[in-house]
């Protein structure tokens, strides 16, 4: 019985060893019906904050987000106009994000998505 118990956790071990991940998952020209682009902007950033990114304007129509947790930190970049923003990728450490597959821990991806739905929240308000 133990020699089994040891196999199938060696077994599991090797499994999370292969694992996958996904691709990078950016949001692009995510259309928006404010027709304001400082609204935009505010939005953007009291979504993000919401979710505990850190939202800092870098030149008008460009926001960086930083998100920690843990050990983990990611750094997009959401570029806006009055009609539009995107979501992209910027840096990330401990997400064993691979430059040539374009792949990333799928953590990310969920990041991305609660924090794009934050963000439409407000716009909506």
């Given at each position: 019985?133990?020699?089994?118990?040891?196999?199938?956790?060696?077994?599991?071990?090797?499994?999370?060893?292969?694992?996958?991940?996904?691709?990078v998952?950016?949001?692009?020209?995510?259309?928006?019906?404010?027709?304001?682009?400082?609204?935009?902007?505010?939005?953007?950033?009291a979504?993000?904050?919401?979710?505990?990114?850190?939202?800092?304007?870098?030149?008008?129509?460009?926001?960086?987000?930083?998100?920690?947790?843990?050990?983990?930190?990611?750094?997009?970049?959401i570029?806006?106009?009055?009609?539009?923003?995107?979501?992209?990728?910027?840096?990330?450490?401990?997400?064993?994000?691979?430059?040539?597959?374009?792949?990333?821990?799928?953590?990310?991806?969920?990041?991305?998505?609660?924090?794009?739905?934050?963000?439409?929240a407000?716009?909506?308000?």
């Amino acid at each position: 019985m133990k020699k089994i118990t040891v196999v199938l956790l060696l077994a599991s071990l090797g499994l999370v060893g292969c694992r996958t991940f996904p691709p990078v998952h950016n949001i692009e020209h995510q259309a928006v019906a404010v027709n304001d682009q400082q609204k935009v902007g505010k939005a953007i950033i009291a979504g993000a904050t919401q979710r505990g990114w850190e939202a800092e304007q870098i030149q008008p129509g460009l926001i960086q987000a930083t998100l920690n947790r843990r050990s983990h930190q990611v750094v997009v970049e959401i570029p806006y106009r009055a009609d539009f923003y995107s979501i992209l990728y910027k840096d990330s450490e401990n997400l064993r994000y691979d430059n040539k597959k374009g792949t990333i821990h799928p953590r990310y991806n969920t990041w991305i998505i609660y924090l794009n739905r934050s963000i439409s929240a407000e716009l909506a308000n």
